[in-house]
């Protein structure tokens, strides 16, 4: 049987519990990164005989993370995989407000899992599976806001957009390697989540935008994670994907 291996980060919900949901129903063996559990998925992935794996993970803790994801790659049977694929969806919104009233803790937490944890994972990732034989794909999720600037928004747009230039680099070093891997750093569109929640409920005085997200919301062009988690997944199964190494799914 074929076996496909994803590792994905942020799975215990929003758009990425739908993309994992959605794996295990494809049969891919799956190892889940982010601070919680979630027992459904577990449930899922064991009514149908599916590898499962969940880490309890906090991704501000980038080096850990990296090591351990490097440690266990290690230990996988190089020859069993037809494709293995990370994807770097974990997200944090950092306070909403003007960069010098947000606390240090909290810019630091968002750099550090929005670019700074997609970049050491990518790097063990790599390493890890350099001279696998399987095809190796590394999905980034990234945001409109990585590229077109936005109030209050500092920490995640820079985050972001230094997620689609990593991409942009990584892609050029793995196209001069053999079986390089192929990289996409990928807007998800609009997606009704936890994320947009803490938009809509941002204090009015200190985020000029927020009109606009409770528009998006009242209008009814949020995606459901479901829904936008297909798209993603659909963009990762093209036989094209990272031709261009940052894209957008409503492209
Ligand atoms: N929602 C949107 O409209 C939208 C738009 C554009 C791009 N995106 C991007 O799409 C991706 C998914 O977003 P979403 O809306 O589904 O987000 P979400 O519902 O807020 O879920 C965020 C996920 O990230 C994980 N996470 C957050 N902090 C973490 C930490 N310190 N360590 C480990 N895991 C952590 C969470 O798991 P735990 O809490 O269990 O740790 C959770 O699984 C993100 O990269 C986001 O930037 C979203």
Redesign the pocket.
């Known amino acids: 049987m074929t076996r496909h291996l994803t590792i994905i ?9 739908a993309m994992a949901e959605q794996l295990i129903d494809a049969g891919h063996d799956l190892l889940c ?4 559990h979630n027992d459904a998925l577990g449930a899922r992935a064991s009514a149908r005989g599916v590898r499962c794996e969940q880490w309890p ?4 803790r980038t080096e850990a993370a990296a090591a351990k994801l490097e440690t266990w790659l290690a230990g996988r049977e190089a020859g069993a995989y037809a494709t293995a694929t990370l994807i770097n ?4 919104l950092p306070a909403v407000g003007p960069l010098a009233a947000v606390p240090a803790t909290d810019l630091s ?1 968002a750099l550090r ?2 670019l700074e944890a997609p970049m050491l994972l990518t790097s063990a990732f790599l390493r890890a599976t350099q001279n696998w034989k399987a095809q190796r794909k590394v999905l980034n ?1 990234s ?2 806001l990585g590229r077109r600037p936005m109030a209050s928004q500092a920490a995640y747009c820079a985050a972001k957009a230094g997620l689609d230039q990593f991409t942009r680099c990584v892609a050029l070093e793995e196209a001069g390697r053999p079986n390089g891997a192929k990289l996409c750093s990928l ?5 009704d ?4 929640i803490q938009l809509r409920s941002a204090e009015p005085d200190r985020f000029p935008d927020r009109s606009t997200f409770i528009g998006l919301k009242e209008k009814g062009v949020l995606s459901s ?1 479901a829904v936008a988690a297909a798209r993603v997944l659909a963009v990762l199964a093209r036989p094209d994907f990272g031709t261009n190494p940052v894209a957008d799914v409503r492209d």
Do not use: E, F, H, W
């Not at 980060?9 to 519990?17: D, E, F």
């Not at 989540?193 to 947009?196: A, E, I, L, S």
């Open positions: 980060t942020g799975a215990s919900r929003g758009m990425g519990l990164i982010s601070r919680s993970q906090d991704l501000t969806n974990a997200g944090v937490d899992v929005d999720i945001s409109g807007a998800p569109g609009v997606i989540t936890d994320m947009q994670p």
